[in-house]
């Protein structure tokens, strides 16, 4: 396992940004993965959900992105949605903070810090 700290960014993300400042604060380095970038894989989009206990990509998703309604994910089989994440990076929420096989999705910005020190 990797002591890696993974931060899944976006920079306009006000919670992202928070998330950064505490780890800075905190004095614990980390890797931005700037997915809207480089949008995940479908398989990594699964390992990410086995980290973060979920069952459906649905569960990862932003329900009030325009793109969410517009491609009618919830009428989506699991390949769709893993799919429409690949497609539409900006419907994964954000931010996710992934270390040592465990992932959170960091939101307030402080479940990042309670993983680590979990």
């Known amino acids: 396992m990797s002591e890696t700290i993974t ?3 976006h920079s306009t993300c006000s919670k992202c940004r928070k998330l950064q400042a505490l780890l800075e604060e905190a004095g614990r380095p980390f890797e931005s993965r700037f997915y809207r970038d480089q949008p995940p894989e479908p398989a990594e989009v699964e390992e990410l959900l086995g980290m973060l206990g979920m069952r459906d990509p649905i ?3 932003r329900k009030k ?3 969410f309604s517009e491609f ?5 089989d699991r390949e769709g949605r893993l799919e429409a994440l ?3 990076p900006e419907l994964l929420e954000r931010p996710i903070l992934v270390w040592n096989g465990r992932a959170v999705v960091a939101r307030p910005p402080e479940k990042g810090l309670e993983l680590l020190e979990s």
Do not use: D, P, T
Not at 72 to 76: A, M, N, Q, R
């Open 59 to 61: 569960e990862l998703m």
């Open 86 to 88: 690949r497609s539409h």
């Open 65 to 67: 992105e325009a793109a």
């Open 72 to 76: 009618g994910i919830e009428g989506l």
């Open 7 to 9: 931060v899944w960014f």
